[in-house]
Protein backbone atom coordinates (compact mmCIF):
# COMPACT_ATOMS: atom_id res chain seq x y z
CA UNK A 1 0.00 0.00 0.00
CA UNK A 2 0.80 3.33 -0.65
CA UNK A 3 0.64 6.65 1.75
CA UNK A 4 -2.68 7.00 0.59
CA UNK A 5 -3.88 3.33 2.11
CA UNK A 6 -4.28 2.71 -1.66
CA UNK A 7 -2.63 -0.79 -2.97
CA UNK A 8 -0.16 0.63 -5.81
CA UNK A 9 0.86 -3.24 -6.72
CA UNK A 10 3.98 -4.37 -8.12
CA UNK A 11 6.27 -1.87 -10.47
CA UNK A 12 5.49 -3.41 -13.75
CA UNK A 13 1.73 -4.52 -13.43
CA UNK A 14 1.19 -5.27 -17.27
CA UNK A 15 3.11 -8.21 -18.32
CA UNK A 16 5.25 -7.75 -21.40
CA UNK A 17 4.49 -10.34 -24.16
CA UNK A 18 4.75 -11.71 -27.33
CA UNK A 19 3.85 -14.75 -29.41
CA UNK A 20 5.75 -15.73 -32.54
CA UNK A 21 4.30 -18.06 -35.02
CA UNK A 22 7.27 -20.44 -36.65
CA UNK A 23 6.61 -22.55 -39.70
CA UNK A 24 7.99 -25.80 -38.60
CA UNK A 25 10.91 -25.97 -41.53
CA UNK A 26 14.62 -26.15 -41.09
CA UNK A 27 15.33 -22.82 -39.99
CA UNK A 28 12.57 -21.97 -37.18
CA UNK A 29 14.58 -22.93 -34.19
CA UNK A 30 17.17 -20.41 -35.19
CA UNK A 31 14.49 -17.78 -36.25
CA UNK A 32 13.14 -18.90 -32.63
CA UNK A 33 16.23 -18.03 -30.51
CA UNK A 34 16.62 -14.75 -32.78
CA UNK A 35 13.18 -13.66 -31.65
CA UNK A 36 13.73 -14.47 -27.92
CA UNK A 37 17.00 -12.44 -27.95
CA UNK A 38 15.82 -10.10 -29.68
CA UNK A 39 12.33 -10.05 -26.86
CA UNK A 40 14.58 -9.81 -24.07
CA UNK A 41 16.66 -7.17 -25.89
CA UNK A 42 13.68 -5.13 -26.13
CA UNK A 43 12.38 -5.39 -22.88
CA UNK A 44 15.40 -4.71 -21.54
CA UNK A 45 16.21 -1.24 -23.43
CA UNK A 46 12.05 -1.03 -23.32
CA UNK A 47 11.08 -1.45 -19.98
CA UNK A 48 14.57 -1.79 -17.65
CA UNK A 49 13.81 -5.20 -17.26
CA UNK A 50 17.09 -6.80 -15.95
CA UNK A 51 18.22 -9.26 -18.06
CA UNK A 52 21.52 -10.86 -17.69
CA UNK A 53 23.74 -12.62 -19.87
CA UNK A 54 23.42 -15.85 -18.04
CA UNK A 55 19.43 -15.52 -18.46
CA UNK A 56 19.55 -14.40 -21.85
CA UNK A 57 21.29 -17.75 -22.74
CA UNK A 58 19.43 -19.86 -20.91
CA UNK A 59 16.27 -18.79 -22.72
CA UNK A 60 17.97 -19.24 -26.10
CA UNK A 61 18.81 -22.54 -24.91
CA UNK A 62 15.05 -23.28 -23.70
CA UNK A 63 13.75 -21.56 -27.00
CA UNK A 64 16.31 -24.56 -28.81
CA UNK A 65 14.97 -27.57 -26.85
CA UNK A 66 11.40 -27.11 -27.21
CA UNK A 67 10.93 -25.18 -30.60
CA UNK A 68 13.03 -29.01 -31.62
CA UNK A 69 11.05 -31.38 -29.51
CA UNK A 70 8.13 -29.44 -31.12
CA UNK A 71 9.36 -29.38 -34.85
CA UNK A 72 10.83 -33.18 -34.08
CA UNK A 73 7.65 -34.97 -32.82
CA UNK A 74 4.52 -32.36 -33.83
CA UNK A 75 3.45 -32.14 -37.68
CA UNK A 76 2.65 -28.56 -38.38
CA UNK A 77 2.90 -25.55 -36.74
CA UNK A 78 4.42 -23.74 -34.07
CA UNK A 79 3.41 -21.13 -31.68
CA UNK A 80 6.07 -19.80 -29.44
CA UNK A 81 5.01 -16.94 -26.91
CA UNK A 82 7.64 -15.12 -24.46
CA UNK A 83 6.09 -13.11 -21.34
CA UNK A 84 7.87 -11.70 -18.74
CA UNK A 85 5.99 -11.76 -15.38
CA UNK A 86 7.23 -10.04 -12.05
CA UNK A 87 10.42 -12.36 -11.73
CA UNK A 88 10.36 -14.86 -14.73
CA UNK A 89 10.71 -15.36 -18.62
CA UNK A 90 8.22 -17.49 -19.30
CA UNK A 91 8.70 -19.48 -22.72
CA UNK A 92 5.26 -21.60 -23.74
CA UNK A 93 5.60 -23.25 -27.10
CA UNK A 94 2.39 -24.72 -28.75
CA UNK A 95 2.35 -27.55 -31.31
CA UNK A 96 -0.20 -29.95 -32.54
CA UNK A 97 1.09 -33.09 -31.09
CA UNK A 98 -0.94 -34.87 -28.91
CA UNK A 99 1.82 -37.19 -27.38
CA UNK A 100 3.31 -35.76 -23.65
CA UNK A 101 7.12 -35.30 -24.24
CA UNK A 102 9.04 -37.84 -22.04
CA UNK A 103 11.49 -35.63 -19.36
CA UNK A 104 13.72 -38.73 -18.41
CA UNK A 105 15.73 -39.09 -15.14
CA UNK A 106 19.61 -38.10 -15.08
CA UNK A 107 21.63 -40.80 -16.97
CA UNK A 108 25.34 -40.00 -17.80
CA UNK A 109 25.76 -43.34 -19.72
CA UNK A 110 22.82 -42.45 -21.73
CA UNK A 111 23.40 -40.85 -25.14
CA UNK A 112 21.10 -38.35 -26.56
CA UNK A 113 17.29 -37.32 -24.86
CA UNK A 114 18.79 -34.93 -22.71
CA UNK A 115 16.82 -31.72 -23.72
CA UNK A 116 14.16 -31.56 -21.16
CA UNK A 117 16.29 -32.85 -18.64
CA UNK A 118 18.30 -29.74 -19.38
CA UNK A 119 15.47 -27.81 -19.76
CA UNK A 120 14.27 -28.84 -16.14
CA UNK A 121 17.65 -28.43 -14.51
CA UNK A 122 17.93 -24.73 -15.39
CA UNK A 123 13.87 -23.74 -15.36
CA UNK A 124 12.26 -23.29 -12.01
CA UNK A 125 8.98 -24.69 -13.37
CA UNK A 126 8.60 -27.07 -16.58
CA UNK A 127 4.87 -28.09 -17.48
CA UNK A 128 2.80 -29.88 -20.17
CA UNK A 129 -0.93 -29.57 -20.85
CA UNK A 130 -2.88 -31.05 -23.21
CA UNK A 131 -5.10 -28.91 -25.40
CA UNK A 132 -7.64 -29.73 -27.63
CA UNK A 133 -5.69 -29.34 -30.62
CA UNK A 134 -2.12 -30.64 -29.47
CA UNK A 135 -0.08 -29.72 -26.16
CA UNK A 136 1.39 -26.79 -24.65
CA UNK A 137 4.52 -27.12 -22.89
CA UNK A 138 5.81 -23.83 -20.58
CA UNK A 139 9.29 -23.55 -18.62
CA UNK A 140 9.80 -20.68 -16.73
CA UNK A 141 13.52 -19.15 -16.22
CA UNK A 142 14.49 -17.31 -13.31
CA UNK A 143 15.21 -13.65 -14.02
CA UNK A 144 16.95 -12.97 -11.14
CA UNK A 145 20.78 -15.27 -11.34
CA UNK A 146 20.58 -16.27 -7.88
CA UNK A 147 17.37 -17.70 -7.86
CA UNK A 148 17.69 -21.68 -7.58
CA UNK A 149 16.60 -23.59 -10.86
CA UNK A 150 14.96 -26.79 -11.22
CA UNK A 151 12.27 -26.83 -8.04
CA UNK A 152 9.24 -27.04 -10.52
Excluded: W
Amino acid sequence: MDSSGKDSGPPSAHPIATAVPLNGGNSCIAAARHRAADFLTHAQADQNVVVSARVMDLTQLVVSELVTNARKYAPGPILMELRIEETTVEVTVRDSGRAQPIVFDVDPLRIGQHGLEIVRAVTRKFQVQAEPSGKRVTAHIALGDDSEPGSG
